[in-house]
């Protein structure tokens, strides 16, 4: 069996004087699909720093915090088997480089190319086959600052992908797209997942839950409150719980959509 992708236990990590997540325990194996779905101030970004290393969780006794089975991470190596997109990393990248500069970066974690970074034959031909994965080949040598929010996500995607990472953590992946582009990235990332690559999609918009995540956690306040399969998380009543409001669920072609009254 191969080590978790993510082994969380007790994981409880403060920013400022807000203990932003609590006590927090969950395991998502490789080659799973999840969402980790919670409003606003829940923790999902402090959970995804803590990840990426940004943050750090408090050493308490019985905390494990584990990636791949390991406890200790250097960003590059972590980058080569997670790719990470939020959207500290989107506005980093909104500068005067073209697609492929965006997307070659990623083989350095680093925004752009640098005289002391040469790029290889070898990443060349990966950044062709990301940017092709993307369906986003025609936006290679566009100017990142030109582009739509769509065109850009897309980017970002595939400059996670250079690595041909095991798994992918995404930040709330089609905010501020309009209804075209969010169908088309959810297009993708359907392709993605059925081609095997683990999507883990944090979030609070339902309908960025494509079908093929079947497990849904649930995060309120820095603790988990749910984690099952996606029809017994998503139900009217632990919504209700996890957003503080009463809501009507619907589901259909796979996807979930909330409603609230009024
Ligand atoms: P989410 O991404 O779900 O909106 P966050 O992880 O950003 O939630 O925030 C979780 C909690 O931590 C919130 O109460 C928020 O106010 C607090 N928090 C986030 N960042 C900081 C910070 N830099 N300093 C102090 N508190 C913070």
């Known amino acids: 069996m191969p ?4 082994e969380l236990r007790h994981v409880t990590v403060c920013r400022g004087n807000t203990t932003a997540l ?15 779905l919670g409003p606003n101030g829940s923790g999902k970004s402090t959970l995804i ?4 290393r940004e943050c750090y969780p408090m050493a308490l006794p019985g905390t494990i915090f584990r990636i791949f089975g390991e406890a200790t991470w250097d960003v590059f190596r972590l980058r080569r088997r997670l790719g990470i997109v939020t959207f500290d990393l989107a506005e980093a990248c909104h ?17 752009g190319l640098w005289r002391n970074e040469p790029v290889t034959p070898a990443m ?4 062709a086959a990301a940017l092709a994965a993307l369906d986003a080949s025609h936006l290679g040598a566009r100017l990142m600052t030109a582009l739509s929010s769509g065109e850009a996500r897309r980017l970002l995607i595939a400059r996670a992908l250079v690595h041909q990472p095991a798994a992918l953590l995404l930040d709330e992946p089609t905010t501020s797209l309009d209804l075209r582009a969010t169908h088309d990235l959810r297009v993708v990332l359907r392709r993605l997942a059925q081609n095997g690559t683990g999507l883990i999609l944090v979030t609070h918009h339902l309908h960025e839950i494509v079908p093929e995540i079947e497990r849904v956690i649930l ?21 209700q719980a996890l957003f503080g409001l009463p809501v009507q669920v619907r589901q259909e072609n796979g996807y979930y959509q909330v409603q609230t009254q009024g």
């Open 95 to 111: 500068q005067e480089l073209t697609g492929r500069e965006v997307v070659l970066s990623g083989f350095f974690s680093g925004i």
């Open 49 to 52: 720093k803590a990840i990426a």
């Open 219 to 239: 995060l309120r306040a820095g603790e988990v409150i749910g984690d099952g399969p996606k029809s017994a998380m998503l139900t009217p009543e632990r919504l």
């Open 22 to 36: 609590s006590a927090v325990t969950l395991t998502i194996a490789a080659g799973e699909h999840v969402a980790i």
């Open 3 to 6: 080590p978790p992708l993510l």
């Open 124 to 127: 060349e031909r990966q950044c």
